[in-house]
T-cell receptor, first 114, second 113 residues
């Protein structure tokens, strides 16, 4: 069974630009969650999509948005990039709910904002 | 609101030693707790998931326990190897039943040959 894939793996952008990251979950999984990881803040939850609907949202500005398609693939968009957006962006795939709901992470996209 | 803490931030042990990593959480109504491993610059690899109804889970040389009353989980690694060197993170849902996972800051483990 293929794991979680994320593209691209590396991105370099300049301040003010926008960026779109993609995540393909494990086949059959309907939930995709996005996280930002930085040395100072650690792993922080951005949002979760389940069956094309945003189910949970973390405490990030509106510049961060996402969507999920009917095949469960998800995209995350960051507009008007700031230097502080430089981070490793990780997505997690899971079946959806339940105490046995194990999260599986992709390799991440390393975003550098210059 | 669930908060997760991991102490120590770093640990160095000689190869072959058995070791315990600690994870503390604030909400005893925990739904489940998951342990991950992260190698530098990589994504997270799931190690073990413990459901709230379970006391422990085992996978190979790894054993994770969950004590809801004390707000603690431990990850026991037997006969450590240099390949076990990585950062170990624990995480629990912020709210019972959702996928907003709260992570500890991690313990960076170094196993010296």
């Amino acid at each position: 069974k293929a794991g979680v894939t994320q593209t691209p793996r590396y991105l370099i952008k300049t301040r003010g630009q926008q960026v779109t990251l993609s995540c393909s979950p494990i086949s059959g999984h309907r939930s995709v969650s996005w996280y930002q990881q930085t040395p100072g803040q650690g792993l922080q939850f951005l949002f979760e999509y389940f069956s094309e609907t945003q189910r949970n949202k973390g405490n990030f500005p509106g510049r961060f948005s996402g969507r999920q398609f009917s095949n469960s693939r998800s995209e995350m968009n960051v507009s008007t990039l700031e230097l502080g957006d430089s981070a490793l962006y990780l997505c997690a795939s899971s079946s959806g709910q339940g105490a046995d709901n194990e999260q599986f992470f992709g390799p991440g996209t390393r975003l550098t904002v210059l | 609101k669930q908060e997760v803490t991991q102490i120590p931030a770093a640990l160095s042990v000689p190869e072959g030693e058995n070791l315990v990593l600690n994870c503390s959480f604030t909400d005893s109504a925990i739904y489940n707790l998951q342990w991950f491993r992260q190698d530098p610059g990589k994504g997270l690899t799931s190690l073990l998931l413990i459901q709230s109804s379970q006391r422990e889970q085992t996978s190979g040389r790894l054993n994770a326990s969950l004590d809801k009353s004390s707000g603690r989980s431990t990850l026991y690694i037997a006969a450590s190897q240099p390949g076990d060197s990585a950062t170990y993170l624990c995480a629990a849902p912020e709210v019972r039943g959702n996928n907003d996972m709260r992570f500890g800051a991690g313990t960076r483990l170094t196993v010296k040959p």
